[in-house]
């Protein structure tokens, strides 16, 4: 029986180590055909893009190559690159929900300052969920009209389908917007290569695409400025008592009107 037993032993043992020696052939043409599916691209930055919520997600090359990696790893892409550097990265193409072709980053390095990050596709943990705040949501001519300033170096003006210049990007991907028909006075100040100021407020176009609406844009270097009257908050409509009491008003005044009316017949 014990013999048996042995027997039993042995050749559990032996089936054990036939799945493992299987298990790690797996793994390892897994692990070769991830490596081999990836590819490699070089180039200079031109300028960043954002996402709808406004992260750094991505860059474009001089090439026309796009990368990209998840809004959330902003702040260690962000680290790495500049406009202006010549980078490397590793990764693969894919074809994004529109229809657009990009290059999905897997680690991009810096080919000037050796700096380097990782997409290791982890997200941060959601926030704990809790009651839900009823308010506006934020969609297509939705704007926040917050005041705030921001600053940056131009590095291409944008047009309006007639062709007026109306907005510009800066280098950290922010698109600055006013409207087409003061092409005149903004493109004058918005010169490419020049540091500019801008005050305004966040905007979502009919698009969906987020833009800074300005209100006024100062050129650092020469000090020429532009301003956009229209692009003020505008003031707050009357109040129906408000418009109760002039029309009340304007009702004794007709009454007024109308008594010195009477008096003047009485009198002829």
């Not at 990009?102 to 080919?111: M, Q």
């Not at 380097?116 to 297509?140: L, W």
């Amino acid at each position: 029986m014990q013999g048996l037993e042995r027997i039993g032993d042995r050749r559990w043992k032996t089936q054990l180590a036939a799945l493992g020696a299987s298990l790690a052939v797996l793994l390892g043409a897994g692990l070769t055909a991830r490596a081999q599916a990836q590819e490699r691209v070089r180039g200079t930055v031109e300028r960043l893009t954002t996402a709808p919520k406004g992260e750094i997600d991505g860059a474009i090359l001089d090439d026309g190559t796009t990368l990209h990696w998840p809004p959330h790893l902003e702040g260690e892409f962000r680290r790495a690159i500049v406009v202006g550097d010549e980078v490397e990265a590793t990764g693969r193409q894919e074809t994004g929900k529109s229809g657009e072709e990009r290059f999905e980053v897997v680690r991009l390095t810096n080919l000037e300052t050796n700096a380097s990050a990782a997409n290791d596709d982890r997200r941060p943990p959601k926030p704990p969920k809790g009651p839900k705040e009823r308010g506006p949501r934020r969609g297509p001519g939705v704007e926040d009209r917050r005041i705030t300033t921001i600053k940056g170096v131009v590095r291409r003006l944008t047009t309006a389908p007639k062709g007026e210049i109306d907005g510009a990007i800066l280098d950290d991907g922010t698109t600055l917007h006013w409207p087409p028909h003061l092409e005149g006075p903004f493109k004058d100040v918005a010169v490419v290569g020049d540091r500019v100021e801008a005050t305004g407020s966040n905007e979502t176009g009919k698009r969906g695409e987020e833009r800074f609406e300005v209100v006024r844009l100062t050129n650092l270097k020469t000090n020429a400025a532009a301003g956009n009257d229209a692009g003020r908050a505008k003031p707050p409509r009357a109040r129906p008592d408000d418009v109760d009491e002039r029309l009340r008003a304007l009702e004794e005044q007709v009454r007024r009107i109308e008594r010195k009316l009477d008096r003047l017949i009485d009198e002829r």
